[in-house]
Every structure is written in structure tokens, then in C-alpha cells.
């Protein structure tokens, strides 16, 4: 018994005195004792209240990653306008691909160079996963209209769901960057692949000179 009882005193807590139910003494201390059952840190849950709100906008990032690769498969030849939109379910998901491929610029990288080698000169090769068409936008367009016309008509990026909406913004940034950093690939492709013609037609004009000059001479 504890010595305040030996010694007449009526002992009470209340609250959370101790930090854990391990180092209460309950009877042992206390006549009464009455304590919280606030878990013992609360901090841990707050931290995993932040992890539930920033996942979210994980998965918003992920499922913008999600649209860009279909697309690009699908500029490239590597899946159908049909199966493209068939990989995709929820009526929200197919909201935010049907404006997605509405905000997407059309043929963005303009051929500049042949593709296929001539005499000794390589090709340069056109970027495909970016070759977006108006005819197959039109085709993506026509094909989720026929499937299910109630979600796309008078449709607005405000009917988006705040998900959704973050995941737009994100893929059409992506995706213009994306662009971007691919047009200069090419566009330096080119320019090295001109140089390469300039010398050697520089250096097959000066042999023919040679030629002739020598010829002359004889």
C-alpha cells in the first residue's frame, strides 16, 4: 500500500499523469484513478494523416503517366485508337482522357530531313510517340462519344473531379515538355546529319577539282 495511505490520506488521479498504461500504478498508488485513453502519441497519427492527403496527388501523378504512355503507344503504332481508350474504365478516368487528348497539340515535330538513307547519307528518323494526327484525335473523339455520349457532352475542365483535375494538369505538362525536349533532339539530329552532308559533298567537290585540274595538266 502506498505510504500516504498508511498515513490517512484519500488518494486520487485523474487525467494522464504517466505517459504510457505501463508506468501507471492504478490501485497500487491511487483509491480512484481515472485516465484518458488518448493514444500515447498522437503524433504518429498526424503523420499518417499527411501520408493519406499526399497520396492522392501520387496517384493523380500516376495515373497523368498512365494517359501519356497510352497515348504515345498509341501515335506509335503500338496500340489502337480503341484499345487505347479500352485500357481505361471508370467514367471519370475516360472524362479526364477525352480532354486530355482534346488539349494535345497535333503533329507537334515537323519532318525536316529524309528518313530513309540516300546514296551514303543515314536518315534521320521522325519521333512517332508524339506524331499526333487531328484524324486520329478525331477517330479517339468519335470512338468514346459512341460508347458513352452522356459523359462528353458540354463537357468542361470544371467538371472535373479535383483528382482528375490534377492529373490533367499534370499530363498535358508533362507531355508538352516532353515535346519540347524531343523537338530539340531532333532538330539537333538534323543539323549534325546536314553538317555530315555539307563536308562530304565539300570534300567530294574539292577531289573532283583535283580530278580535273590534273586532268588539264596532261
Not at 44 to 59: A, H, S, V
Not at 88 to 97: I, N, V, Y
Not at 99 to 127: D, T
Request: aromatic fraction near 12%.
Amino acid at each position: 500500500m502506498c505510504i500516504r495511505d498508511r498515513h490517512g490520506y484519500w488518494t486520487a488521479s485523474t487525467g494522464k499523469v504517466f505517459h504510457s498504461t505501463r508506468h501507471e500504478l492504478g490501485d497500487v498508488a491511487w483509491n480512484e484513478h481515472v485516465r484518458f485513453d488518448n493514444d500515447e502519441l498522437p503524433v504518429d497519427d498526424l503523420d499518417e494523416l499527411g501520408k493519406d492527403e499526399k497520396k492522392p496527388l501520387q496517384e493523380s501523378s500516376e495515373f497523368a503517366l498512365k494517359m501519356i504512355n497510352s497515348v504515345k503507344e498509341m501515335n506509335s503504332g503500338q496500340l489502337s485508337h480503341y484499345e487505347m481508350v479500352n485500357s481505361f474504365s471508370l467514367a471519370d478516368e475516360l472524362k479526364c482522357l477525352f480532354m486530355f487528348i482534346q488539349a494535345l497539340p497535333h503533329r507537334p515535330i515537323v519532318p525536316m530531313y529524309p528518313e530513309a538513307p540516300f546514296l551514303f547519307f543515314k536518315g534521320v528518323l521522325l519521333p512517332r510517340s508524339f506524331d499526333l494526327t487531328e484524324e486520329m484525335a478525331n477517330d479517339v473523339e468519335t470512338f468514346m462519344k459512341g460508347k458513352n455520349s452522356e459523359y462528353f457532352n458540354e463537357l468542361h475542365l470544371h467538371d472535373l473531379e479535383p483528382y482528375y483535375l490534377d492529373a490533367y494538369e499534370s499530363a498535358v505538362r508533362i507531355y508538352n515538355d516532353m515535346v519540347e525536349k524531343t523537338r530539340s533532339t531532333y532538330i539537333a539530329n538534323v543539323k549534325q546529319a546536314k553538317s555530315q552532308v555539307m563536308e562530304i559533298s565539300a570534300a567530294l567537290i574539292c577531289g573532283l577539282v583535283v580530278i580535273l585540274a590534273l586532268f588539264g595538266l596532261s
